[in-house]
T-cell receptor, first 110, second 114 residues
């Protein structure tokens, strides 16, 4: 079973920031938080990952709380092309496999 | 680079038929995976491989077989297809220990068993 809890769906206005929460209250000290997204039945796409520090790349920012029990993925300026299912996954680095939950369906609206 | 390539993209099988889903990657990744995704659900791991000649079961291996004779290829075999195997199948690869350790996914094979 997935070790994370995410809202089933969220809406966001185009051009605004999309903040996607994830609860992972049972995360272990050596587990990383990964985010992937899946656009309309395509293969999932890696977005970002982190251990305990906040991370930023060209796609998004990841904010992890100090106790590491939750995190937020931030898409700073959402576009219609960001409409997708977003998966928050925790796993030990180098373990390989990802365990997917149902994710959050983000709808970006004009 | 092509990344992860899956064939075919679509297939319809009759109950009891068999087929092989092909997956190849050109990134020299050690790890390869097969997932299935049922409608409205997340992906579930069928089999994975950590290198040529090594395979292991995932969450839902029943009714499937795999082989890994080369680093590049990881075919998934369905024997005696059943309606419960109607799903979208994704192949993925990764290189644990790399900078991001991210999985790269193929575009999927949509399979219907009727």
């Amino acid at each position: 079973d997935a070790k994370t809890t995410q809202p089933t769906s969220m809406d966001c206005a185009e051009g605004r920031a999309a903040n996607l929460p994830c609860n992972h209250s049972t995360i272990s000290g050596n587990e990383y938080v990964y985010w992937y997204r899946q656009i309309h039945s395509q293969g999932p796409q890696y977005i970002i990952h982190g251990l305990k520090n906040n991370e930023t790349n060209e796609m998004a920012s990841l904010i992890i709380t100090e106790d590491r029990k939750s995190s937020t993925l931030i898409l700073p300026h959402a576009t219609l092309r960001d409409t997708a299912v977003y998966y928050c996954i925790v796993r030990v680095r180098s373990q390989g496999n990802l365990i997917f939950g149902k994710g959050t369906k983000l709808s970006v609206k004009p | 680079n092509a990344g992860v390539t899956q064939t075919p993209k679509f297939r319809i099988l009759k109950i009891g038929q068999s087929m092989t889903l092909q997956c190849t990657q050109d990134m020299n990744h050690n790890y390869m995976y097969w997932y299935r995704q049922d409608p409205g659900m997340g992906l579930k791991l069928i089999y994975y491989s950590v290198g040529a000649g090594i395979t292991d079961k995932g969450e839902v291996p029943n009714g499937y077989n795999v082989s890994r004779s080369t680093t590049e290829d990881f075919p998934l075999r369905l024997e005696l297809a059943a309606p419960s195997q109607t799903s979208v199948y994704f192949c993925a690869s990764s290189y644990p220990g790399g900078v991001n350790e991210k999985l790269f996914f193929g575009s999927g094979t949509q399979l219907s068993v009727l």
